[in-house]
């Protein structure tokens, strides 16, 4: 796979000035693989104490409320989306939803009773100032997530004309560049498999987005028009909840939405929504997106199980599990559970469940370059790895990164510390960093000595 052929082909799904060699513009980069072509973030970085002074750490900015959403980067703005609980109670009872819920529900979830406010943040890039801030909702979530997850976990998407912000049960919104709401579309109320909550990101391909609602109930696929937010069109799915963010492809003249879940892998048609091809093979709880070459597409999961299935999708049409002209081969074991698989230079790199070890396959036909490496003192992870610069960052809930060489040989390079927890995956652009903690928003850069 040619980087040109790839660049041209992710910047046809912008078509935009966000889709530069400077930006981070939706989940998974520009090339919606966890790859930035360009970008050469540092190695080191290191946040300092009373009386020492941090080091590659340009600003660091308090982002209100909670989100395990990842930012983008387009232009002079870094945008995040956040769930700011306001303190403030809502009319009347606790939603329906929240009552009677067992035991270990009300252990292992956040259950909300007080208003929320959903804020979309505009951060100036060279200084952490914020520039603005736009609540596009106020209410009282519906249902609790886990305790580890947040009611703001979809990441937003820019494309130089626009903000596109969604916030799952919450709806989908369109910003001007000034924060001012153009359009919102409200899809219902997700029921989440054990209200774990929700985390699916939209994404953009031109002048459409694709929305994936898989939940517990009518599940569905929808494509829309960016500009106005009207249905292009809707595809029922017979899917139970997953949290995988769809991916478009171009083959042989033809658009094709992928979407990763456990029932079915599937393809649609992004001109009218038609089915082209399914496939099985994964495993329950699909949380990782899928990525792709300009030839196959790479879906994994790792929940009561291991499953990677590398599928050719060109030319591809009805149920093609087990057919090796169009699934060359699957990798059973080491997958992930919420960090979603890295494509770059032809090789996958994905982490074990949720754990601090680093496989890499070539992707070509899932040879291994190394298997289940330990990337060192590194809690639970759920950011996905992304690759820059010839390296690899892994961030840990802990506020460790793992920075790994990029190539067949495993080596680390450094292990990096922040007083924070990182949960969502970073963005690189330019020779910048982004890392979206529980608490801050970090912009890392080669400066030497930042400010505290």
Same mark, same amino acid.
């Given at each position: 796979?040619?980087?040109?052929?790839?660049?041209?082909?992710?910047?046809?799904?912008?078509?935009?000035?966000?889709?530069?060699?400077?930006?981070?513009?939706?989940?998974?980069?520009?090339?919606?693989?966890?790859?930035?072509?360009?970008?050469?973030?540092?190695?080191?970085?290191?946040?300092?104490?009373?009386?020492?002074?941090?080091?590659?750490?340009?600003?660091?900015?308090?982002?209100?409320?909670?989100?395990? *959403?990842?930012?983008?980067? =387009?232009?002079?703005?870094?945008?995040?989306?956040?769930?700011?609980?306001?303190?403030?109670?809502?009319?009347?009872?606790?939603?329906?939803?929240?009552?009677?819920?067992?035991?270990?529900q009300r252990r292992m979830l956040r259950n909300p009773s007080t208003l929320h406010?959903?804020?979309?943040?505009?951060?100036?890039?060279?200084?952490?100032?914020?520039?603005?801030?736009?609540?596009? &909702?106020?209410?009282?979530?519906?249902?609790?997530?886990?305790?580890?997850?947040?009611?703001?976990?979809? *990441?937003?998407?820019?494309?130089?004309?626009?903000?596109?912000?969604?916030?799952? *049960?919450?709806? #989908?919104?369109?910003?001007? #560049?000034?924060?001012?709401?153009?359009?919102?579309?409200?899809?219902?109320?997700? /029921?989440?498999?054990?209200?774990?909550?929700?985390?699916?990101?939209?994404?953009?391909?031109?002048?459409?987005?694709?929305?994936?609602?898989?939940?517990?109930?009518? *599940?569905?696929?929808?494509?829309?028009?960016?500009?106005?937010?009207?249905?292009?069109?809707?595809?029922?799915?017979?899917?139970?909840?997953?949290?995988?963010?769809?991916?478009?492809?171009?083959?042989?003249? &033809?658009?094709?939405?992928?979407?990763?879940?456990?029932?079915?892998?599937?393809?649609?048609?992004?001109?009218?929504?038609?089915?082209?091809?399914?496939c099985g093979g994964l495993t329950t709880n699909v949380v990782p997106s899928p990525? =792709?070459?300009d030839e196959m597409a790479f879906f994994a999961s790792g929940f009561r199980g291991?499953?990677?299935?590398?599928?050719?999708?060109?030319?591809?049409?009805?149920?093609?599990?087990?057919?090796?002209?169009?699934?060359?081969?699957?990798?059973?074991?080491?997958?992930?559970?919420?960090?979603?698989? #890295?494509?770059?230079?032809?090789?996958?790199?994905?982490?074990?469940?949720?754990?601090? /070890?680093?496989?890499?396959?070539?992707?070509?036909?899932?040879?291994?370059?190394?298997?289940?490496?330990?990337?060192?003192?590194?809690?639970?992870?759920?950011?996905?790895?992304?690759?820059?610069?010839?390296?690899?960052?892994?961030?840990?809930?802990?506020?460790?990164?793992?920075?790994?060489?990029?190539?067949?040989?495993?080596?680390?390079?450094?292990?990096?510390?922040?007083?924070?927890?990182?949960?969502?995956?970073?963005?690189?652009?330019?020779?910048?960093?982004?890392?979206?903690?529980?608490?801050?928003?970090? =912009? #890392?850069?080669?400066?030497?000595?930042?400010?505290?």
């Amino acid at each position: 796979m040619m980087k040109s052929q790839v660049v041209v082909l992710f910047a046809a799904m912008l078509s935009s000035p966000c889709a530069g060699a400077a930006d981070w513009p939706q989940w998974r980069g520009p090339l919606a693989s966890g790859a930035s072509p360009d970008a050469d973030p540092p190695v080191v970085w290191h946040e300092g104490s009373e009386g020492v002074l941090s080091t590659n750490i340009r600003w660091k900015a308090e982002i209100p409320g909670s989100g395990a *959403s990842s930012p983008v980067v =387009c232009g002079g703005r870094v945008y995040v989306t956040s769930a700011v609980d306001t303190g403030r109670a809502g009319d009347g009872e606790a939603p329906a939803e929240q009552q009677g819920l067992a035991g270990w529900q009300r252990r292992m979830l956040r259950n909300p009773s007080t208003l929320h406010a959903f804020a979309v943040f505009a951060v100036d890039r060279e200084t952490g100032v914020i520039v603005w801030r736009t609540d596009v &909702r106020e209410e009282v979530p519906h249902e609790g997530t886990h305790t580890d997850g947040t009611w703001a976990s979809a *990441s937003p998407i820019c494309d130089g004309d626009r903000v596109y912000a969604f916030f799952g *049960s919450r709806g #989908l919104y369109a910003l001007d #560049l000034a924060g001012a709401v153009l359009w919102s579309r409200d899809f219902g109320r997700m /029921k989440v498999r054990n209200r774990f909550g929700e985390g699916a990101s939209p994404c953009l391909y031109g002048d459409t987005l694709i929305v994936n609602w898989d939940h517990e109930g009518g *599940s569905f696929v929808e494509a829309v028009k960016a500009a106005t937010g009207a249905t292009v069109w809707r595809r029922e799915r017979d899917e139970f909840t997953a949290w995988s963010t769809p991916v478009v492809v171009e083959s042989g003249g &033809r658009t094709q939405v992928l979407v990763s879940a456990t029932q079915r892998i599937r393809s649609y048609d992004l001109a009218d929504g038609s089915p082209l091809w399914e496939c099985g093979g994964l495993t329950t709880n699909v949380v990782p997106s899928p990525v =792709c070459s300009d030839e196959m597409a790479f879906f994994a999961s790792g929940f009561r199980g291991s499953s990677l299935v590398a599928v050719r999708f060109r030319g591809a049409a009805g149920d093609i599990t087990g057919d090796s002209a169009f699934v060359p081969w699957t990798f059973r074991r080491n997958t992930p559970y919420v960090p979603s698989p #890295l494509l770059s230079g032809g090789r996958l790199y994905f982490l074990r469940v949720n754990d601090a /070890k680093l496989t890499c396959l070539e992707a070509a036909d899932g040879s291994v370059c190394y298997e289940a490496e330990d990337l060192g003192d590194i809690g639970r992870i759920y950011a996905s790895p992304v690759a820059a610069g010839g390296r690899i960052y892994v961030a840990g809930r802990d506020g460790a990164t793992a920075v790994v060489k990029e190539g067949a040989r495993f080596r680390i390079l450094a292990v990096n510390r922040l007083g924070d927890s990182f949960s969502a995956s970073p963005a690189a652009a330019g020779r910048e960093l982004y890392m979206r903690g529980a608490r801050r928003l970090y =912009c #890392l850069s080669e400066t030497g000595h930042g400010a505290e």
